[in-house]
């Protein structure tokens, strides 16, 4: 069994301030829970194989990207080569490019045989061939089945792993575009990081924070791929969120029922006609699953089916994938799961008088069962597959829905001119397009290739210095939904200085898509990874001298200038194609004194340390050597090392805790 790390063991349990010894399975015990759901979700010939895989950390997983730039079979393969048996990695029979180890993640974390695995994985994380995911996340997007020039919703996306697997399917065609709201402001951040880790595929994206349930319903904003992965009470998770253990309790999934009624009704009324929409919870509670559906399969009024996954599914025709069918009926209880009621009469009187019951909590009638086919639903037990737990539900819109009046009953905002707050750089006027072609050295055979109509900025004066990449799908729902997108885009041009262009240049998160649209004047081709790494780690050992901060460039033979052999442009990007199925990575480099004559120009260049770990791994150099400098972090006073940085990796891709 893998080990539970130091740090996870006496996990403190958060509202009772104890510690939970994890070594002692006793801990890993809820009366009220064994109660609630032996036999009636769980039957009983399988309770014993079921509690046990529950009280077993989670397995690491690992989704190979398969639409990023770079070769994702030869990259699984050649990582597989390298890392395989150390991790004892195996597929996922049911999504191919996704493996399976049997570790924990604190194990990978903190185990010293993992360390240099661990830096390659954070590496090609951070440029997104790979995502750290847990394989039962990967299922709603599968289901899904987005296809080229699709227009996405994700109603709740935060910390966004299934945000970025819907993005990668999108990404074989040059259209479509993903909305990934989320409520909590504070989890946009991530979010926003973990789409940016594909740049090419971040500019048809756009972050909104709305409530779900009173997204709007405006014109044209139609969509053709709905998915609702919605808060919940998180039982699907006690593998690793441990300290739900002894919190758990039978009314945490009733109580966020409404919400969640609320989030998936407002989901359907934005569907198109034909449209897909996936229900998911990471909690195995019928009043949080099977209601959910049941009750917004009435509410639709025939407009909404289930689709049966068992036979639309091709992992699951191939039976390689494996869950439970939905269950028609289920128990509502009082709080230990003592007390089951049948009526939401019963459940007024005889409940606990602190929570509030409703209709929509219950199972559906005989007569409504036999039209609702909630055997059609998929539940994931972590036994079957030595997963998490999950609940997915996929379901067609047969006719798209009409509301004049929103889910709280007040008329909707559909004439409510919501102006965009954002504008494109060719209609911010020609004064600061000039502006921009003039500081980024572009010149006019440069310009007329270049999309600048593709270019956002926000409207506002003084917050042009942030430019961002946005392909036409995203920018159509812009105009609907402008005045609480927070995000969209990649940002491919930036100023350091506030308020001002005057040290306008590329951004390096934005390197990659940019780089196909720029002239080959300014993509510089680097000729070997070695020469790379070798200049790289010089540089940053002058970096760490504040009286030699710069260096000339390019150093002799490394680097040529396709174009301008004599002068290296202003602002430029350098791309080195690597081996091992990466493809190429991207920096950028900016001349820090453009009108000093060539021989006294010094180059700023700009990179991440998880470059230094790639390249090492393409020349089978020690990874875990690296040394974490990045010093234009480290000024922000944010810097982080490689290792530390898997804290935060770790965090973008946690289900949510009951809490969410
Ligand atoms: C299960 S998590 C989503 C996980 C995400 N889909 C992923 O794969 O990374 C649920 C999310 O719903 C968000 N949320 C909760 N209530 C919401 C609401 N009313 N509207 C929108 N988002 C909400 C939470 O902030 C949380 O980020």
Redesign the pocket.
């Known amino acids: 069994m893998p080990s539970r790390s130091r740090k996870t063991l006496g996990k403190r349990h958060r509202d009772a301030r104890e510690w939970i010894d994890l070594k002692d399975p006793t801990c890993l015990h809820n009366a009220n829970w064994e109660r609630y759901y032996r036999g009636q979700v769980i039957p009983e010939a399988e309770w014993e194989p079921f509690l046990a895989s529950m009280r077993l950390p989670l397995p690491v997983a690992l989704r190979f990207n398969q639409t990023a730039g770079g070769d994702a079979k030869k990259c699984e393969a050649d990582f597989l080569h390298e890392f395989g048996t150390t991790m004892a990695l195996r597929p996922v029979a049911f999504l191919p490019g996704a493996q399976q180890g049997p570790m924990s993640r604190s194990d990978l974390k903190r185990n010293v045989s993992f360390k240099a695995a661990k830096v390659v994985v954070h590496g090609l994380n951070e440029i997104g061939r790979l995502s750290r995911q847990e394989v039962v996340?990967m299922i709603p997007p599968l289901l899904l089945d987005v296809q080229p020039d699709d227009m996405v919703l994700?109603?709740?996306?935060?910390?966004?792993?299934?945000?970025q697997q819907l993005l990668e399917s999108l990404a074989v065609g040059p259209g479509g575009c993903v909305v990934a709201?989320?409520?909590?402001a504070g989890?946009l951040d991530i979010l926003y990081r973990q789409i940016g880790r594909s740049p090419a595929n971040q500019a048809r994206s756009m972050v909104t924070n709305?409530?779900?349930?009173r997204f709007p319903v405006l014109g044209r904003t139609r969509f053709d791929r709905v998915?609702c992965?919605?808060?919940?009470s998180g039982d699907g998770t006690l593998r690793k969120s441990v300290d739900l253990w002894p919190r758990w309790n039978a009314i945490m999934g009733p109580s966020l029922n409404n919400?969640q009624c609320n989030?998936l009704q407002r989901g359907m009324l934005l569907c198109k006609q034909g449209a897909t929409l996936v229900y998911s919870t990471?909690s195995l509670n019928p009043v949080e699953d099977e209601a959910v559906i049941a009750t917004c399969l009435k509410w639709a009024r025939g407009a909404f089916e289930l689709v049966d996954a068992a036979v639309e599914t091709k992992a699951a025709r191939e039976g390689t994938l494996r869950w439970y069918p939905g269950v028609a009926t289920w128990r509502v209880t009082s709080r230990d799961a003592s007390k089951s009621f049948a009526t939401l009469e019963d459940s007024q009187r005889d409940g606990d008088e602190r929570f509030r019951y409703s209709a929509s909590m219950f199972p559906p009638s005989p007569d409504e069962q036999a039209s609702l086919h909630l055997e059609r639903c998929m539940r994931v037990p972590p036994h079957l597959q030595d997963t998490g737990g999950f609940f997915i539900a996929k379901l067609k819109c047969l006719r798209e829905m009409r509301s004049t009046t929103n889910l709280s009953g007040k008329p909707e905002g559909a004439s409510k001119n919501v102006l965009a707050a954002w504008q494109t750089l060719a209609e911010a006027g020609a004064d600061l397009l000039a502006t921009v072609k003039q500081n980024l050295e572009m010149d006019r055979d440069d310009c007329a290739a270049f999309p600048f109509d593709d270019i956002l900025l926000r409207k506002e004066s003084g917050r042009e210095a942030k430019m961002y990449l946005a392909n036409a799908a995203s920018r159509q729902v812009l105009s609907d939904l402008g005045y609480r997108c927070v995000a969209i885009g990649c940002k491919v041009f930036e100023s350091p200085a506030k308020r001002s262009l005057s040290l306008l240049r590329f951004t390096l998160e934005g390197a990659e898509a940019l780089a196909s649209l720029l002239p080959p004047r300014l993509l510089l081709e680097c000729t070997t990874p070695a020469a790379l790494l070798e200049l790289l780690e010089r540089y940053k050992k002058l970096e760490q001298r504040p009286s030699t901060a710069t260096m000339p460039f390019p150093a002799a033979g490394f680097c040529e200038c396709v174009s301008r052999p004599s002068r290296l442009p202003a602002h430029f990007l350098i791309r080195v194609v690597l081996g091992k199925g990466i493809g190429a990575l991207f920096m950028a480099g900016d001349v820090e004194n453009p009108t000093a004559p060539p021989e006294a120009a010094s180059v700023r260049l700009r990179f991440e340390v998880h470059h230094l770990a790639l390249l090492r791994y393409e020349l089978n150099l020690p990874v875990i050597t690296v040394t974490p400098v990045d010093t234009e972090k480290e000024q922000r006073g944010d810097g982080d090392s490689a290792e530390d940085n898997d804290s935060e990796e770790a965090e973008s891709e946690e289900?949510?805790t009951p809490d969410?």
Do not use: F, Q, W, Y
């Open positions: 996340s994700d109603m709740c996306a935060a910390p966004g792993s299934k945000t709201n989320d409520i909590n989890r709305h409530d779900a349930a998915l992965d919605v808060m919940c919400a989030v990471c289900e949510p969410d």
